[in-house]
Antibody, heavy 123, light 110 residues
Framework: EVQLVESGGGLVQPGGSLRLSCAAS????????WNWVRQAPGKGLEWVSY????????YYAESVKGRFTISRDNAKNSLYLQMNSPRAEDTAVYYC????????????????WGRGTLVTVSS | QSVLTQPPSVSGAPGQRVPISCTGS?????????VHWYQQVPGAAPKLLIY???NRPSGVPDRFSGSKSGTSASLAITGLQADDEGDYYC???????????FGGGTKLTV
């Protein structure tokens, strides 16, 4: 069965740190690029970060650049998001999302989503 | 303020057809980039509904269709059913932001 399970969410203080994980099963994790997408309470979807198959390329939304770090471990079929210096506006459900492939990256889309993990940034 | 603009809400009776629009600009949809659509039912994760402007993944009923023209795209749902209720999001790429972007979402009430 194809499955994505996020974990690591919870309450974190502003300026603290938190590491999110996403465990994949039921398909070949290493052959796909991956993303984190978040959804603030009652709000829409926001792309956060991207990582290529071999971890050679990473992209970040301006809102998290310099504070969050995406990584992956193909041997463990896992994706990670290290959140440093979180702010109240980072409060959201964080989804890991598999990226489609194709010749032109601008046309890629998110073809498989996990159920998400809630991160609350508050003192 | 989302880069892609969607109506906040739409509604329709069972069996009817409803369109959901997604309006962008020359740095995203108007640049020729594909538009994709996602469905999010209450309490669940988003699910891919339409990719590459008008293609349906396996398992998505043909009641759902997508189109694109100029700087806009549209999702049409025919034969509305009660379990179609939820939020619908369009997505594309924006070259000015160098980011994959979503519309603000449209809440469908049946």
């Amino acid at each position: 069965e194809v499955q994505l399970v996020e974990s690591g969410g919870g309450l974190v203080q502003p300026g603290g740190s938190l590491r999110l994980s996403c465990a994949a099963s039921g398909f070949t994790f290493s052959t796909y690029s991956w993303n984190w997408v978040r959804q603030a309470p009652g709000k829409g979807l926001e792309w956060v970060s991207y990582i290529s198959t071999s971890s050679g390329t990473m992209y970040y939304a301006e809102s998290v650049k310099g504070r969050f770090t995406i990584s992956r471990d193909n041997a463990k079929n896992s994706l990670y998001l290290q959140m440093n210096s979180p702010r109240a506006e980072d409060t959201a459900v964080y989804y890991c999302a598999r990226m489609s492939s194709g010749s032109w990256f601008v046309n890629w889309y998110f073809d498989l989503w996990g159920r998400g993990t809630l991160v609350t940034v508050s003192s | 303020q989302s880069v892609l603009t969607q109506p906040p809400s739409v509604s329709g009776a069972p069996g009817q057809r409803v369109p959901i629009s997604c309006t962008g600009s020359s740095s995203n949809i108007g640049a020729g980039y594909d538009v994709h659509w996602y469905q999010q039912v209450p309490g669940a994760a988003p699910k891919l509904l339409i990719y590459g402007n008008s293609n349906r993944p396996s398992g998505v009923p043909d009641r759902f269709s997508g189109s694109k023209s100029g700087t806009s795209a549209s999702l049409a749902i025919t034969g509305l059913q009660a379990d179609d209720e939820g939020d619908y999001y369009c997505q594309s790429y924006d070259s000015s932001l160098s980011a994959w972007v979503f519309g603000g979402g449209t809440k469908l009430t049946v």
